[in-house]
């Protein structure tokens, strides 16, 4: 029944934010020289006073960018610090810019880019890291990220201020990883699913909300879908006067050209529904309304993003990954899955709305099944709408949510994007330069001045993306360069440990008895 849709798209997620509560409860009792806290002690990579990568083919993916600039055959890369010096022509001499400041070049650290190509490093631009409560995640999840070639990302919503911490490690140098984007607490209205919102109370409250994200570091305003006109307006007029973008859901109360949100993630109601009062109405709606999509509707959406300017993140694996919670045999496992402690996929992102019985078991998946390709269908043909239209497409990922995996799951959103009708250059575009250029001005492809952020590859991932997944020769994180072979020698480690004792044991037990609460 409808009510089982609602369950099932709810029930992991109120069963995974109770774990995570009481996880912090349990973590300050355990203290931090627990056994299962100590993880593998990690080498931050210093950045290079020079390092230069010699003779490779810059790659810079978009049509949106100068045929120049989208492809340098046989450069050497000269990076200094965490920026992009010059890009010159092989076998020249050293930047100008280093013979007026008179640098030494005895530091002078060299990358054979021979054969190879170098494109922007990813940008993931929809992530939810882990809280500070799930022991030891943060630095599994960043070491995914970078060995897959994510070397940005947008977090959408924090359970706490760790991601806040993890930013400044990262920068500091003292934990591997990504470049982060983050947007704090979600803003939200009464009646929010999510315990850790910052609900408002009224429109006069939207400026103190705004400015307590901004206090904790926000870098843009997320908000979601209980919100109503006045709330989601006072928002994004705090937001606006604080120099800030406002990203996430249409509220399901405000119609969609209403509702100016500068990045729609998921393409969250962007179909108006009608007579909804209720979050359960909604939910109730929901399933039924992507079924009936007319030709309308979409002509509705592509024209509203168009007049406004609007990007949009659709997290099409998201809707894929989904279907391994109903055992999709068609999906093949993914292969990052084996270091992950084994709690996310025994028990967090367990489908509680199963039936026990096998015979209705069987039948509840497979019209969940029916449901998710279907939405999957419909959310691709506006997708590729939507490209024609020349909207802009990010690739995002929505990490967190069942089988939605750091860095794997980023390729295979590029690979989504290129299956819903997007040349391959097009599909690497939405993972770096065109994120690139919504978040920071200095981001997202390799030029000078911009940040030393890229991917070193064996094949051309324009001609065939298998090479994201199987050429993969190191990445440039914020200046720091992490080989191939280093981030896949720590994350074997890592997978030791969490899938080793006593951790493993400790925790799936934690773990189980707070699920088996929420349950009863």
């Given at each position: 029944m409808n009510f089982q849709s609602l369950v099932s798209f709810r029930g992991w997620r109120r069963f995974a934010l109770g774990f995570l509560f009481a996880l912090a409860v349990i973590a300050a009792l355990l203290g931090g020289r627990s056994l299962i806290m100590q993880q593998p002690a990690l080498p931050v990579p210093e950045r290079a006073a020079l390092l230069v990568i010699r003779g490779v083919t810059v790659l810079n993916p978009g049509a949106h960018l100068p045929a120049s600039?989208?492809?340098?055959?046989?450069?050497?890369?000269?990076?200094?610090?965490?920026?992009?010096?010059?890009?010159?022509?092989?076998?020249?001499?050293?930047?100008?810019?280093?013979?007026?400041?008179?640098?030494?070049?005895?530091?002078?650290?060299?990358?054979?880019?021979?054969?190879?190509?170098?494109?922007?490093?990813?940008?993931?631009?929809?992530?939810?890291?882990?809280?500070?409560?799930?022991?030891?995640?943060?630095?599994?999840?960043?070491?995914?990220?970078?060995?897959?070639?994510?070397?940005?990302?947008?977090?959408?919503?924090?359970?706490?201020?760790?991601?806040?911490?993890?930013?400044?490690?990262?920068?500091?140098?003292?934990?591997?990883?990504?470049?982060?984007?983050?947007?704090?607490?979600?803003?939200?209205?009464?009646?929010?699913?999510?315990?850790?919102?910052?609900?408002?109370?009224?429109?006069?409250?939207?400026?103190?909300?705004?400015?307590?994200?901004?206090?904790?570091?926000?870098?843009?305003?997320?908000?979601?879908?209980?919100?109503?006109?006045?709330?989601?307006?006072?928002?994004?007029?705090?937001?606006?006067d604080a120099g800030l973008r406002v990203v996430g859901h249409v509220p399901y109360r405000v119609p969609f050209h209403e509702a100016h949100i500068a990045d729609v993630q998921h393409f969250e109601d962007v179909f108006q529904l009608q007579h909804i009062r209720s979050r359960a109405d909604w939910m109730h709606a929901s399933d039924a309304r992507w079924r009936n999509v007319s030709q309308a509707d979409a002509d509705y959406v592509v024209r509203v993003s168009v007049e406004q300017g609007l990007a949009h993140t659709p997290t099409l694996l998201n809707s894929h990954a989904r279907r391994s919670m109903q055992v999709d045999s068609s999906l093949p496992r993914p292969a990052a899955l084996r270091y992950l402690p084994a709690y996310y996929e025994e028990i967090v992102w367990r489908d509680t709305a199963r039936p026990a019985d096998a015979a209705s078991a069987a039948k509840y998946a497979r019209r969940r099944l029916q449901l998710l390709r279907?939405?999957?269908?419909?959310?691709?043909?506006?997708?590729?709408?939507?490209?024609?239209?020349?909207?802009?497409?990010?690739?995002?990922?929505?990490?967190?949510?069942?089988?939605?995996?750091?860095?794997?799951?980023?390729?295979?959103?590029?690979?989504?994007?290129?299956?819903?009708?997007?040349?391959?250059?097009?599909?690497?575009?939405?993972?770096?330069?065109?994120?690139?250029?919504?978040?920071?001005?200095?981001?997202?492809?390799?030029?000078?001045?911009?940040?030393?952020?890229l991917l070193l590859l064996d094949a051309?991932?324009?001609?065939?993306?298998?090479?994201?997944?199987?050429?993969?020769?190191?990445?440039?994180?914020?200046?720091?360069?992490?080989?191939?072979?280093?981030?896949?020698?720590?994350?074997?480690r890592y997978s030791a440990h969490f899938r080793g004792e006593p951790y493993h044991s400790v925790m799936t037990w934690i773990v189980r008895q707070i699920v088996g609460k929420y349950q009863s």
């Open positions: 600039q989208r492809r340098m055959p046989d450069r050497d890369v000269w990076l200094q610090g965490n920026r992009i010096l010059a890009i010159q022509r092989a076998g020249t001499a050293a930047p100008l810019q280093l013979t007026v400041s008179h640098l030494d070049l005895s530091d002078l650290r060299e990358l054979d880019g021979r054969g190879r190509y170098a494109i922007p490093g990813l940008i993931d631009m929809h992530v939810h890291l882990p809280p500070r409560t799930a022991i030891g995640n943060d630095r599994l999840f960043q070491l995914l990220f970078l060995a897959h070639g994510v070397t940005g990302m947008r977090e959408m919503g924090a359970t706490d201020d760790h991601v806040f911490r993890v930013r400044r490690r990262v920068r500091a140098g003292d934990l591997p990883g990504t470049r982060i984007f983050a947007a704090g607490r979600r803003l939200d209205g009464p009646g929010s699913v999510w315990p850790i919102a910052r609900v408002l109370s009224g429109p006069a409250d939207a400026a103190t909300a705004v400015n307590q994200q901004i206090a904790a570091g926000a870098d843009f305003i997320k908000v979601y879908s209980m919100l109503d006109a006045d709330r989601l307006r006072a928002i994004r007029s705090a937001a606006r279907e939405r999957a269908a419909t959310k691709c043909g506006l997708v590729r709408r939507l490209h024609a239209a020349g909207v802009r497409i990010h690739a995002g990922t929505d990490i967190l949510m069942p089988y939605v995996l750091p860095g794997e799951s980023m390729i295979g959103e590029i690979e989504a994007l290129r299956d819903c009708g997007l040349d391959n250059e097009a599909a690497l575009a939405a993972a770096t330069t065109l994120p690139g250029v919504f978040l920071n001005d200095r981001l997202g492809q390799i030029a000078p001045g911009f940040f030393a952020d051309d991932p324009t001609q065939d993306l298998a090479a994201l997944r199987n050429a993969r020769v190191a990445a440039v994180a914020d200046g720091r360069l992490y080989r191939q072979n280093d981030l896949n020698s720590w994350l074997e």
